[in-house]
């Protein structure tokens, strides 16, 4: 009797981990060069494909949508409100996706490589 519940349980745990594991997606990303920001949107030139011209897509954020602005080993994080303002046309963006496709942050720049010694 105590076997079967103890396998009983087990097995529950079991199958309610791998759901949860199911549930959770990863964040995707999506890279370009910055076109403009106006208005809580974002607008940004994908590449295509090979031999494809870039693609403008338009992303809404939040207020609050954390900005992260790399200038060589500089690192600042703000809002999206104040992020902006200083990037230029052309800088390379990196955005990442939450859930619902919900943009959950932005980097404008890229961080400094490393010298290997």
Do not use: H, W, Y
Request: net charge positive.
């Amino acid at each position: 009797m105590l076997r079967n519940a103890l396998c009983s349980a087990l097995a529950l745990l079991l199958v309610a981990g791998l759901a949860a594991a199911a549930d959770k997606k990863k964040a995707t990303s999506v890279s370009g060069t910055f076109e403009s920001f106006a208005d809580g949107k974002l607008t940004v030139a994908v590449k295509g494909k090979k031999g494809e011209p870039a693609a403008k897509k338009e992303f809404t954020l939040a207020a609050d949508t954390k900005v992260t602005l790399l200038a060589g080993e500089e690192k600042k994080e703000l809002t999206a409100k104040d992020g902006f303002k200083d990037a230029k046309a052309g800088s390379p963006v990196t955005i990442t996706l939450g859930e619902g496709d919900k943009v959950a942050g932005v980097q404008i720049g890229k961080a400094k490589k490393k010298e290997k010694q």
